[in-house]
């Protein structure tokens, strides 16, 4: 295996590579990194993986797998990448259908489809693409879209669930059932808590404090690598009020023998705590019984169809439900931005609550129309 090599900077200052050198750092010795250098272990590399989303390391991954594919197809290079290969993918996913919405992917996937491809670059110690024309390409396929007032011109998001929508979701449960009693627990307290679907599956009862107040509940928001601590509050309505809904969730699972591990447990329909789950005779699922981030979520879309609530439901509901509602009764960004696990001058949740600014702070408010 080569080493690396020193060389040494001219003694006054000179053009090296195409570099301007001068006087003070003349003389130095520059190290040329090797093929060694360079190496990440597979330990490593698995660390750097379990640093993102893994809904976003799914995502990311299906997107480099189609985008190595259609390199195969056109006989072009994945990694690095040129410029004019990239434009001619974007290209690619403005025209071509997927099978299952049988059509173009939307500018909002295009995008993230880009970062996938663009990011892979880094981790393998390339530069990113020059993606110019790609997003040449793209901004002509957004034009085209809102022309043509197609829905896929704006970015899609999930219904806010405000209160009155989570009092209807939460009308038609049975609350004497531990699936009942659990999945109000998780709709209000993802609610008060702001979060994300992830984030809510991933609470156990050690983050769970009672308090004066109601209950202390510290969140990891793993997206900016932060605790909060959120404090839940009694509500006005008995059957929205969060410190009553977890109150009966951890007696319930206290009646079952559980005093520790996750909060959110998964629930057969025969009302059965944390059943074993298998597939192919082999265990699958978590051993605790901890439910998925996508099991959380269905319960929501779930909860939204019984109350034939209309909009697109989604995990997601419910964090945008709260910067909606919190912002509607006139608390400051800030406040709900740190409540909820945002940075500061998020663009996501500005857009959560213009749903209310773009109302309320109107120019044409009091201008004598």
């Known amino acids: 295996m080569s080493e690396a090599r020193l060389l040494a900077v001219p003694a006054a200052a000179d053009v090296v590579d195409g570099e301007l050198v001068d006087d003070e750092t003349a003389g130095a010795e520059v190290v040329v990194h090797t093929d060694r250098d360079r190496h990440l272990s597979p330990e490593t590399v698995a660390a750097i993986e379990a640093s993102v989303a893994d809904s976003t390391r799914r995502a990311y991954g299906a997107d480099r797998e189609a985008f190595t594919a259609w390199c195969a197809t056109e006989g072009r290079a994945t990694v690095p990448a040129s410029a004019e290969t990239m434009a001619e993918w974007v290209r690619h996913l403005t025209v071509t259908s997927r099978p299952r919405t049988n059509r173009p992917a939307g500018p909002s996937t295009i995008e993230r489809a880009m970062s996938a491809v663009t990011t892979w670059h880094l981790e393998q110690g390339h530069p990113k693409p020059n993606m110019r024309g790609a997003r040449a390409v793209l901004n002509a396929y957004r034009d085209r879209l809102a022309e043509e007032k197609a829905e896929a011109a704006q970015a899609r998001q ?61 969140v990891y928001r793993k997206k900016v690598r932060k605790h909060t601590t959120n404090a839940i509050l009694y509500g006005t309505d008995p059957a929205t009020c969060p410190v009553r809904a977890l109150r009966t969730h951890l007696a319930a699972l206290a009646g079952a023998g559980r005093a520790d591990g996750p909060l959110f447990l998964r629930v057969d329909r025969w009302d059965r705590l944390a059943p074993p789950l298998t597939r192919g005779g082999r265990p699958i699922g978590d051993p605790a019984g901890r439910m998925t981030a996508e099991a959380a979520a269905e319960v929501i879309e779930r909860l939204a169809d019984a109350a034939d609530l209309s909009g697109d439901w989604s995990g997601h509901s419910l964090r945008r439900g709260f910067a909606t509602a919190a912002r509607a009764a006139g608390h400051d960004p800030l406040e709900i931005a740190r409540a909820g696990g945002w940075v500061d001058g998020s663009r996501v949740l500005a857009r959560y609550m213009d749903d209310v600014d773009r109302v309320k702070n109107s120019p044409l408010v009091g201008i004598g129309l």
Do not use: C, K, W
């Open 158 to 218: 999930a219904t806010a669930a405000l209160p009155p929508q989570i009092r209807a979701m939460l009308a038609g449960t049975d609350r004497t059932t531990l699936a009942g009693q659990r999945n109000a627990a998780l709709v209000l307290i993802g609610f008060a808590t702001a979060a994300r679907v992830s984030e809510l599956v991933a609470l156990d009862f050690a983050d769970v404090a009672e308090a004066e107040h109601g209950y202390d509940v510290t």
